[in-house]
């Protein structure tokens, strides 16, 4: 019998950002469980909508193979802070993701590697799972610091979260200079930074070899199989193309292309095949 090497599941995750309507939600979030409904795939899929849309999600989603979560939580478990959501109340909600760090909460709220990894935690502890998001800028590229910056930037939350249970967390690579521009981290850019993230986690421990790490600089559906189908990208962290369900199906459609493939290239190293 042929033993298959435990493989990391992909992820493909939706940000709405500040978008939604209670009309197109709906319409939206039947149409991508219709078809997770008539397929089968090998691949996890969810999204991550604005908190007042959380009562819907999980509504429409309950029972469905799809998970939920949110764009950001408090650092503090409670207490006087007006406006800020706590991880318990996003629990209460069914959420199982919260995304942390994105490039626009540190751009325009000055969120601090402290801030970030206290969010982590706090996610954590609420029994979520934090995509923690990592990204360079056009500058830091262009200086020949992407990789320091993006191992830094993990450094600094794995030193709030530590890395006992490598599904505490996920990581998502986003280069800034990609986000809401139209342009893409080429196929090779988006790997090897990838793969610095992934030596980085194993300076933490073998076990953090399972950490998924997601690729979220403008994914779209005709550069999708490309990225996806890298060695060390594990899914994507979705913007725009998550509000257009053809969009997003197409996406999970290439994971699910992806993993099935690499599942094939496993089990015919496993049986001593040359492929």
Same mark, same amino acid.
């Given at each position: 019998m042929i033993e298959v090497l435990k493989m990391r599941r992909k992820l493909v995750l939706g940000n709405w950002k500040m978008h939604g309507a209670i009309g197109t939600n709906a319409?939206?979030?039947?149409?991508?469980?219709?078809?997770?409904?008539? =397929?089968?795939?090998?691949?996890? *899929? !969810?999204?991550?909508? #604005? +908190?007042?849309?959380?009562?819907?999600?999980?509504?429409l989603l309950t029972g469905s193979d799809m998970k939920w979560g949110a764009q950001d939580v408090s650092a503090h478990a409670k207490g006087a802070f007006t406006g800020e959501i706590s991880a318990a109340m996003l629990a209460e909600f069914g959420s199982q993701y919260v995304i942390v760090g994105h490039s626009e909460r540190r751009?325009?709220?000055?969120?601090?590697?402290?801030?970030?990894?206290?969010?982590?935690?706090?996610?954590?502890?609420?029994?979520?799972?934090?995509?923690v998001c990592v990204g360079e800028t056009l500058h830091e590229r262009d200086a020949g610091m992407a990789e320091q910056?993006?191992?830094?930037?993990? =450094?600094?939350?794995?030193?709030? *979260? !530590?890395?006992?249970? #490598? +599904?505490?967390?996920?990581?998502?690579?986003?280069p800034v200079w990609a986000i809401g521009t139209g342009r893409s981290a080429s196929a090779a850019d988006a790997q090897a930074i990838?793969?610095?993230?992934?030596?980085?986690?194993?300076e933490h421990g073998e076990a953090m070899n399972q950490t998924r790490i997601l690729y979220g600089g403008s994914i779209k559906p005709n550069n999708a199989h490309e990225l996806l189908t890298c060695a060390?990208?594990?899914?994507?962290?979705?913007?725009?193309?998550?509000?257009?369900?053809?969009?997003?199906?197409?996406?999970?459609?290439?994971?699910?292309?992806a993993a099935s493939a690499s599942t094939v290239s496993d089990e015919v190293f496993d049986a001593g095949v040359k492929p």
């Open positions: 319409q939206l979030l039947q149409a991508i469980r219709q078809h997770l409904t008539t =397929s089968s795939l090998p691949v996890d *899929v !969810g999204v991550c909508v #604005p +908190a007042p849309y959380l009562s819907q999600t999980r509504d751009a325009y709220h000055g969120e601090t590697a402290d801030a970030v990894g206290a969010k982590a935690r706090q996610a954590i502890v609420a029994g979520l799972v934090p995509v910056v993006v191992r830094n930037q993990l =450094s600094d939350v794995l030193a709030f *979260v !530590g890395s006992e249970n #490598p +599904a505490q967390i996920v990581i998502a690579y986003e990838h793969a610095a993230l992934r030596a980085c986690l194993s060390d990208i594990d899914g994507a962290l979705i913007g725009g193309a998550s509000l257009v369900a053809s969009d997003f199906i197409s996406i999970i459609d290439s994971a699910s292309r």
